[in-house]
Every structure is written in C-alpha cells, then in structure tokens.
C-alpha cells in the first residue's frame, strides 16, 4: 500500500477520530477511557491492534501496558519494553517517548533497527506500527497502533491519528481535573460540616454584615443559639435587636458604634431573650473593614454562649466563698479553742498548789478525802483542757498519737471516788 493515503485509509482515520471524541466525552474514569479508546482503534479504525503504555520512573525504565485491544496471540507479554537510551529502549515505543515525536513503522521487515522486537511483531501478524506519544500532567504515555498490512501510515493519516492522540491526552487530563475537584469539593465539604461540628460544640456562631448592601449573614449555629428558626426567621439587623436584653441594648449600640468609627474594637459580653423567654448570655468578637477613605464597608465576627461557662464560674466563686469563709470559721475556732485552754490553764494551776498546800494542813483523814477529789477534779479538767488542744491539732492536720500503757484499776478506783460524795448526797 502507498503511504499517500487512499481515501478507505483517510476515512478510517477520520471515523478513529471522530469516535475517540465521543469516548473522551462518555468517559468516567481514565482506565475506562484507554480502555474505549483502543477499542475505537481496533473497531472503528480496523486497526490490527491498539495498546497504551506509560513510562516508568524505575531503574530499568520500563514501558507498562495499561490498556490494549486485539492481542489476540499475547504478542504484549512475549516482549520487554523500555524508553531507556540504550539498545532495548530504541524501539519505535521508547523513540516516541525520548523524542517527543510520533515514530512510525510502515515496513517492519525493512526496520533492522528495531530488530529486538520486530521478528516478534511480524510472527503475530503485524506488518507496520506507529507509536504516538503524549504527556499528561508529569507522565509520559503512548498509544500505538499496529497494521496488517505495510504503508499504512503515511502522512495525513499520521496527522489524524496525532489527534486521537491529543484526544486521549485531553481526556485524561480533564479527568484527573475532574477527580481533583471533586476531591477539592469534598475536602471543603468536610471542613464545612467540621467547622458545623465545632461551633456546635463551642456554642460558637459566624456572622458578616456587608454595611454597603446592609445583608447580615449568620451560621446555622446562631440560628440555634438565638432560638430561630432558619426557615422563618431572616439574618437581619433588627431581628438581632430584637433578641438583644432590654437592659443590654444601649451597651451593645454604644460598643457597635464605637467600632464602626474606628475607636475600639468590638468585644463584649450581653445577655439575648429567645422566643420562648430563657435568658442567655452572650459573648461577642468582631471587626472591621474599613475602605481606602476610611469608611466602614463590612463587619465580621462571632458570637458564643457562655451561660453555661458564665453558671459554672459562679457556682466556682460561690464555693470558693465558702470555702474560704469555713477557713476563716476554723480559725477563730482555734482561736477560741487555744484562748479558753490558757484561761482554763491559770486558775487550774492556783486551785492545784493550794490543795498541795492545804495538804500539809490537813488534820483529819475526811479532810485528806477531800483534798484529795479536789487534786482529781483538777486534774480531769486539765485532762479536758489537753483534749480541747489535741481536737484543735486533729483538725490541723498536726495530732501526733502517742500511745502509752495505763493502771485500769486505778482509773476505775478513782472514778468511783470522785463519784462518791454525789452518790451519797442523792442515797446511792
């Protein structure tokens, strides 16, 4: 066959062209798209066979078929492929892939160059090939394309074939455009329900008031921290007013003005009424954008509610009060505690040395007797006066226990004789 084309080569061309179209156009993934392609080749084009490959970044460069049609005799894995410089790389794939350049073989028996794989294509049936090569993105592929018969490539079918060759470049690249956007939407689609988490967690909402346009814009948040409902209820300056406490009006007013003349910032803390009439209290940040002249041309903030915060830090000041209010208590307390055991202490210690010294006086054994309960009396109320300070030294955390060994019958003696002149009085 002549490699001037006839017009049965120039119209299966243009049919291969035509309908690689319309597989970029139905495409919904890119092995479907190299997949339909090379069946295009094959059935539109009557092209003996049609096979993708990509070059590989690996020490041996290798070119990996990823789609094909027509190799009916597995002529693909009976060869080694590579875009190496070298001997096995300078084949017609590898040529169109170091060069740029489409790389076309009308006589395989004429192509001694290419003798690596040639005796391989003319025992499966191929008699001329064409390797078109195309870049998407930083990958390097080709789509070849083999013959039954030699010259079936000449120069405006090559020309045709070129552009099924950008067809399939195109395509893939919108369908990677395509997977990176919807990747884009839905990694903004989960910040956005995130962000939607996060201000529902921290009771926290975003507005922005275009003061050009006078449109105010919430977040579903605020919509819920105010009560509203987003279907009946517009975002408008008014309807924010209306929510505002009566008593927290002209404070909000005075700090909005203030930071929409540039004086201060805007930050303060208001309460809100709902609908239903629960009282809430609010915090608020914003700024403001000012233009070239100076004048205010949007605001932005947020607002969160902290009335549960707000609850939480009363209760906190509440018991710290009482907390520091029982402190105080315990220490009067041992105040008190240590003044009664000195008071106690002086007059103990007069009522002991003069029952010592009326001891020496004593004549009679019922005045000993006496004498004697008034040494015990005395010192059960010094024993009293040590428990009130030992009380005092538990509840300070410094009681030191000491444990020492006791006459049980002597404690119970002396009892019984403490008792015996009130047992007497009263007949017992």
């Not at 605020?222 to 002209?250: C, K, Q």
């Not at 009439?277 to 609010?282: A, D, S």
Request: with cysteine.
């Amino acid at each position: 066959m002549s490699t001037q084309n006839g017009p049965q080569e120039l119209e299966r061309a243009l049919a291969t062209l035509a309908a690689s179209n319309q597989a970029v156009i139905q495409a919904t993934s890119e092995q479907q798209l190299m997949a339909r392609l090379c069946r295009v080749v094959v059935e539109e084009g009557r092209y003996r066979m049609a096979w993708i490959g990509q070059a590989c970044h690996d020490p041996e460069k290798r070119v990996m078929p990823i789609a094909q049609v027509g190799d009916t005799g597995a002529y693909l894995k009976s060869i080694q492929i590579s875009w190496a410089n070298e001997a096995l790389g300078r084949g017609p794939t590898g040529d169109a892939i170091l060069t740029g350049e489409p790389v076309a073989c009308n006589n395989l028996q004429g192509k001694p160059a290419h003798h690596a794989w040639s005796a391989t294509a003319l025992q499966h049936g191929f008699r001329a090939s064409i390797a078109l090569p195309f870049g998407v993105g930083a990958d390097r592929f080709t789509l070849n394309i083999y013959a039954g018969e030699p010259d079936a490539f000449g120069p405006h079918e090559l020309a045709l074939l070129r552009g099924v060759a950008e067809n399939l470049a195109f395509g893939l690249d919108h369908l990677r455009h395509r997977a990176r956007q919807r990747e884009t939407e839905a990694a903004l689609r989960l910040t956005a329900a995130r962000l939607t988490e996060a201000q529902r967690i921290a009771c926290l909402g975003y507005w922005e008031w275009d003061l050009r346009t006078d449109a105010l814009h919430w977040s579903d948040e605020i919509y819920i921290i105010f009560g509203l409902e987003r279907d009946h209820v517009s975002a408008h300056v008014t309807n924010f007013d209306e929510r505002v406490h009566p008593d927290d009006r002209d404070t909000v007013n005075r700090a909005l003005e203030a930071a929409l003349s540039g004086q201060s910032g805007y930050s303060l803390e208001h309460r809100i009424v709902r609908p239903d009439g629960e009282v809430r209290i609010m915090q608020e940040e914003g700024e403001v954008t000012f233009d070239p002249d100076g004048k205010a041309v949007r605001m932005a903030g947020t607002v969160q509610d902290i009335t549960e915060r707000r609850r939480v830090e009363d209760e906190l000041a509440r018991r710290t009060a009482q907390l520091e209010q029982a402190r105080e208590l315990e220490k009067l307390k041992n105040n008190f505690v240590s003044a009664v055991s000195h008071e106690l202490r002086s007059p103990l210690t007069v009522i002991r040395g003069y029952t010592e010294f009326l001891e020496d006086e004593a004549q009679t054994p019922e005045w000993r007797a006496y004498l004697d309960q008034i040494q015990q009396a005395t010192a059960r109320l010094e024993r009293l006066v040590d428990d009130l300070l030992d009380a005092a030294r538990l509840d300070a955390g410094t009681f030191a226990l000491h444990l020492d060994p006791t006459d049980l019958a002597t404690k119970c003696k002396q009892a019984l004789e403490s008792m015996r002149r009130q047992a007497e009085q009263v007949g017992v």
